[in-house]
Structure formats: structure tokens, C-alpha cells
């Protein structure tokens, strides 16, 4: 299953991403990138020197400004937790089953846990988690 992964600290075209890496998925356009992290398409070219924005291509990342929301400043490789943003649609279970957690293990990272959760929600999810999920998918 491929999946998109939101983790701060990576290159994106040569350079750090100081907010969140967004890998594209099919369908996915600036445009709509833009509404699911509620920025400005102008930020996001800007934020991306280099990159194809308006050529897309899967697997492709664009560094997303996220300045509402605190990122951690260490490298992500010895991050204890990296932030992931919740999907439309995506359920408690989901993130679970994706990430191969407990309950018990997600809520000692988060402290309000919701069987739904809104579309930007911004969960701590373990970084070995995501590291190995990424590395599956690749």
C-alpha cells in the first residue's frame, strides 16, 4: 500500500524543509495540497525553489510552510516522536493498524485521542514507526 508520509527535518530539492514534507500522490495538485494544509499556493512555490510544482509527478516531495504549528527544531533521525497529519476520512483504527500501535501507546503521545479525527489533525506518532513504515513502502 502506498502511503504518504509528513515528516519534518528532510531535503526537499537540496535543501531543509523547515514544515512538513508532503509526498505526492496520484491526483494530488498544488491546488489541492494547498487546501489540505491550508496554506497559499504562493507560499508553497515559494517554500519549493526548484521543484516542478506545476508538473507533479508521484512520489515527488514538496516542503509545506507550517507556521501555525511548532516542528521540532532536532534532527528527525533522533526525534523520539514525529508529527503526522491525519488524512480526510482516516480513523482511529486506521492510524493504529498504519503505524502498528496500541491504543495505550498512541494515547501516551497525544494527549486528547478521538475515534475520529479531523482532516490536519497533527498526531505525535513514534519515529521508529514512521521510519520503518516509509522504508516498507519504498
Known sequence: MTMNYYVSGENVN???CRGVVHVVKKGDTLYKISRVYDVKVADLIWMNP?????????GDKICVPVSSWEMPDADHDN???????????ETLDAI???FRLTYEEL????EDISPAYAEGTVLNIPSNRILRRRQEAQ
Open 14 to 16: 537540496g535543501r531543509p
Open 50 to 58: 526548484g521543484v516542478r510544482i506545476y508538473n507533479l509527478q508521484v
Open 79 to 89: 526525534a523520539e516522536t514525529l508529527p503526522y497529519i491525519v488524512r480526510a476520512g
Open 96 to 98: 493504529l493498524q498504519t
Open 107 to 110: 494515547q501516551k503521545l497525544n
